[in-house]
């Protein structure tokens, strides 16, 4: 299993398609036997989906996570664990447990209640997303 956190300075980072790195750990047997940080090399938003899916990544945890993003991730198979924060070690740790508190709604502040898709890609759509 692979899990990719999204990760700033030990802790879950709180907005997906910004996140400049992921913590991957990689588990077997409910525990971590390799993690590393990875960067996104300026890859953002719904384009993540496929940057994660190269890396065999079946799991994500994450902060807030736009609608687009969702879509993405869904569509290469990883599930998403939303609304996390704290630890990024102890998030995993407690996911493994099947203790992890998460927020399967959880959306990026600019996304609440729309139907909007950053899909990547230099833009400046207007909600913050540029990339």
Partial sequence: MKIAVTYDNGN???????????K?????????????????????HGALAEFLSAMGTDTLICGGIGGGARAALGSVGIKI?????????????AFL???????PDAECAHHSGE???????NHDCGH???N
């Fill in 24 to 44: 991957i750990y990689e588990a077997e047997n409910g525990k971590v036997v390799n993690a590393s940080v990875v960067p996104t090399n300026g890859t953002g």
């Fill in 128 to 130: 913050g997303c540029s």
């Fill in 97 to 103: 447990g099947g203790t992890l508190a998460f927020d």
């Fill in 12 to 22: 879950v980072y709180g907005h997906f398609g910004h996140t400049e790195q992921f």
């Fill in 81 to 93: 664990y939303a609304g996390v924060s704290g630890n990024a070690d102890e998030a995993v740790k």
């Fill in 115 to 121: 139907a909007h898709d950053c899909n990547g890609g």
